[in-house]
């Protein structure tokens, strides 16, 4: 079975350029996940989608970012416009309805702001 | 709210050598535990898990018990290989995932 399929898995643009990332989670998987990892800040949920519904956006950082699921198999995270502190991992995740904490992770997504 | 807290690293270990990572937890219901790993650039994932207090999880070698008297959930390998060099991540659930800080581990032959 196909994992969670992240794209680009670089990124590397300049400063108040507009980046969007893309995650296809794992089919029939109900949540969708979207983390930030820093090396000062660690893994920081930004938000979760059920059944492509946002629930929980308390962990996006500001109104440059956004997230969207228009469907059951994709979502975007979209920073407009970027900042070099924006410059991270991005990780999207899926799991089961009843199944929390049982996440699957893409590989993730590179992300440099210059 | 919930949190997870575990040990600080890096942590450096001979190939053979026990492994033991501690984590303790902060929660006002009855959380399930996690331990994830994350081998070098790739995405986390699931190394074990215990639903109830007194559950064991075990995987890879890799084992801890949910103990609810000491709130901890701490993960133990009795010999380490140059291939569990990785970040391990403890975490708790209740309605969403908390994950600890991290701790490095890095596995010399």
């Known amino acids: 079975d196909a994992g969670v399929i992240q794209s680009p898995r670089h990124e590397v643009t300049e400063m108040g350029q507009e980046v969007t990332l893309r995650c296809k989670p794992i089919?029939?998987?109900?949540?969708l996940f979207w983390y930030r990892q820093t090396m000062m800040r660690g893994l920081e949920l930004l938000i979760y989608?059920?059944?492509?519904?946002?629930?929980?956006d308390s962990g996006m950082p500001e109104d440059r970012f956004s997230a969207k699921m228009p469907n059951a198999s994709f979502s975007t995270l979209k920073i407009q416009p970027s900042e070099p502190r924006d410059s991270a991992v991005y990780f999207c995740?899926?799991?089961?309805?009843?199944?929390?904490?049982?996440?699957?992770f893409g590989e993730g997504s590179r992300l440099t702001v210059l | 709210g919930d949190s997870v807290t575990q040990m600080e690293g890096p942590v450096t270990l001979s190939e053979e050598a026990f492994l033991t990572i501690n984590c303790t937890y902060t929660a006002t219901g009855y959380p399930s535990l996690f331990w994830y790993v994350q081998y070098p650039g790739e995405g986390l994932q699931l190394l074990l898990k215990?639903?109830?207090?007194?559950d064991k999880g075990s995987n890879k070698g890799f084992e801890a018990t949910y103990r609810k008297e000491t709130t901890s959930f701490h993960l133990e390998k009795g010999s380490v290989q140059v291939s569990d060099s990785a970040v391990y991540f403890c975490?708790?659930?209740?309605?969403?995932?908390?994950f600890g800080a991290g701790t490095t581990v890095t596995v010399r032959a």
């Open positions: 975490a708790l659930t209740d309605y969403k995932l908390s």
């Open positions: 995740a899926s799991s089961r309805q009843g199944e929390t904490g049982e996440l699957f």
């Open positions: 215990a639903t109830k207090a007194d």
């Open positions: 089919s029939g998987h109900d949540y």
């Open positions: 989608f059920n059944n492509n519904v946002p629930i929980d």
